[in-house]
């Protein structure tokens, strides 16, 4: 059995239970802070790193074009990740190669993206978002100077390439120095860039694309790889006195008992969920929901950015692992590769840190991967009375809320022609002093006494 605690509020007002509804959370409402972490790494072939800057640089000549448009700031802020090149005309194609040729020509650009291609060096996202931020302004510097046909020899340099290896090799070779990378970091960004200083500027979407678009930037790409997820949380004990605090309104509310089935190792329930479209409408059916037994380990597999493009289709993931009629090691998105990649994703979603395994949870997943689940209601689906066992009182539930909860099942086994349904009530354990159940002798008389009345 699975066991889902519920508050009054949620049981009642909300109609929970009356309409057989589970909600998925986003996990920004979820207690722990590490829900939706995702430990990213970098690593990859050449073809791989250029298509890092191919697609910050267009992302980043499409967020200009928006100000020069004269767009809102939240428009501006709008970074678009998802982009490919279909949509545009050729003339911008054209201007879009001749500003990357120009970048991938720089000295210091080429020692890089070897550096980096094939010594297959593994970065963080903190390292990632500092090397964008050391070519930041230069490609803004070809930006303009391409959309604005002016000489490159008058407004681009590169940085000393003699000085940049230098600090590239003692940065990769250095194990101290890389252990406390982002003080490191941090300190020659400023003094190399001086970008606060030299960039002050009080128009708040100039300032933006200055000297937020990165970190922005950054924080966007992990949307690029595994679907958004939402979860709905269960737990495989009943008697667990923290649980019944935490999640039932100290004992006021209930517990759900849900049954489910089994194939092989894993545990399913159906819930009533949008599966696709049909003549042009949302099709709605039933399809079968795996309960994920969570992890507490608190150890979030690494996770490959080049190796999980899996939100992306194929004119996306060309400007990333496409070039020039070469073909990066990791396009190969077949079906070994779906299996790892839904792998990695199951393990994403069911890891949790070590303090919450007091909780001893399963949970649901719904995601975003083929549909929106942006709107509440789409994240609230409908389960099977069937799948429904019984319901366990808790401690200070009031004989009113029990009354009123009897009268709801009560009514939905009347329609469904069913004689029989359990309620049980928790108590403390006189030997053990301990939480344990017991059948609730006057739930079931009313529910009897509303079953036999024809009225």
Not at 42 to 62: A, N, P, S, T, V
Not at 301 to 308: G, T
Request: glycine letters at 4%; a negative charge; hydrophobic letters at 35%.
């Amino acid at each position: 059995m699975m066991y889902r605690y519920r508050s009054i509020d949620k049981v009642l007002e909300f109609k929970e239970l009356e309409k057989q509804e589970f909600y998925f959370s986003k996990l920004d409402d979820l207690n722990d802070y590490a829900e939706g972490f995702i430990n990213l790494k970098w690593f990859g072939d050449e073809i791989c790193w250029k298509g890092l800057f191919k697609h910050y640089i267009y992302c980043l000549d499409l967020t200009l074009l928006k100000l020069s448009l004269k767009a809102e700031i939240d428009d501006i802020k709008e970074i678009p990740i998802y982009l490919d090149l279909t949509g545009i005309t050729d003339k911008h194609k054209e201007i879009l190669s001749k500003i990357t040729d120009i970048f991938f020509n720089l000295e210091s650009v080429k020692f890089l993206l070897k550096k980096l291609g094939n010594d297959k060096i593994k970065l963080s996202s903190y390292e990632i978002e500092f090397f964008l931020k050391f070519y930041h302004t230069i490609i803004i510097d070809i930006l303009i100077c391409v959309n604005n046909n002016m000489p490159k020899e008058k407004i681009i340099k590169d940085l000393e390439v003699d000085s940049f290896v230098v600090f590239l090799d003692e940065y990769f070779k250095n194990e101290t120095f890389k252990n406390e990378k982002e003080t490191h970091l941090s300190i020659i960004l400023n003094s190399l860039l001086k970008i606060e200083e030299k960039n002050n500027f009080k128009d708040e979407k100039t300032g933006f694309i200055y000297k937020i678009f990165t970190s922005e930037y950054i924080s966007k790409l992990k949307y690029l790889t595994y679907p958004e997820w939402y979860i709905s949380c269960f737990s495989e004990s009943f008697d667990n006195p923290v649980m019944w605090g935490n999640y039932a309104d100290c004992n006021t509310g209930i517990c759900l008992v849900f049954k489910y089935e089994t194939i092989g190792e894993n545990k399913f329930i159906e819930l009533y969920d949008k599966i696709g479209i049909r003549n042009g409408e949302d099709y709605y059916d039933y399809s079968k929901f795996r309960f994920e037994k969570v992890n507490y380990s608190g150890n979030f597999k690494e996770i490959n950015f080049f190796d999980s493009l899996g939100r992306l289709n194929r004119n996306q993931l060309d400007i990333w692992l496409y070039d020039k009629g070469q073909i990066s090691e990791y396009y190969i998105h077949d079906d070994k590769w779906r299996d790892k990649y839904w792998k990695n994703f199951n393990d994403l979603v069911s890891t949790k840190t070590p303090q919450w395994d007091y909780e001893n949870e399963y949970r649901l997943i719904s995601d975003n991967m083929f549909f929106s689940k942006d709107c509440p209601k789409d994240r609230v689906l409908k389960y099977k009375f069937d799948s429904l066992d019984s319901v366990i009182f808790g401690l200070g539930t009031s004989e009113e809320n029990k009354s009123v909860i009897v009268e709801i099942i009560a009514k939905k086994c009347k329609e469904r022609n069913i004689h029989k349904f359990n309620f049980y009530k928790m108590k403390i354990s006189i030997d053990t002093g301990k939480m344990k159940k017991e059948i609730c002798t006057s739930s079931i008389e009313r529910f009897n006494f509303i079953l036999n009345n024809k009225t």
